[in-house]
């Protein structure tokens, strides 16, 4: 059973830095045909995507995080992060992890969020 299990929000000032953490069991996040994204909800909002990161490698960022946040993933730890740096009040919101495996088949699964808020 894969379960994915974010932490590290919380409530940090503009400017600020939080890393926020994924961590994985029943899959591995670096195994070949698994790529992991983070998105977020906010307040009467629709969920959107924040940061990508394929199965080969490959990052994809939203235009409203490029050069803020980075999206990264490590075998040791099993755990999938995003370091948000520069925050912005508009940033708050619930971060989710969705990890993607494609073989054998495509299956999606998602963590339960973590709350991020940024205010002064």
């Known amino acids: 059973q894969v379960q994915l299990v974010e932490s590290g929000g919380g409530l940090v000032q503009p400017g600020g830095s939080l890393r926020l953490s994924c961590a994985a069991s029943?899959?591995?996040?670096?195994?070949?045909?698994?790529?992991v994204t983070w998105h977020r909800q906010a307040p009467g909002k629709q969920r959107e995507l924040v940061a990508g990161l394929s199965s080969t490698g490959n990052t994809n960022y939203a235009d409203f995080v490029k050069g803020r946040f980075t999206i990264s993933r490590n075998s040791a730890t099993n755990t999938v992060y995003l370091q948000m740096d520069s925050l912005k009040p508009e940033d708050t919101a619930v971060y989710y992890c969705s990890l993607t495996s494609y073989y054998p088949s495509r299956r999606d699964y998602w963590g339960q969020g973590t709350q991020v808020t940024v205010s002064s």
């Open positions: 029943g899959i591995v996040v670096t195994r070949n045909a698994v790529g």
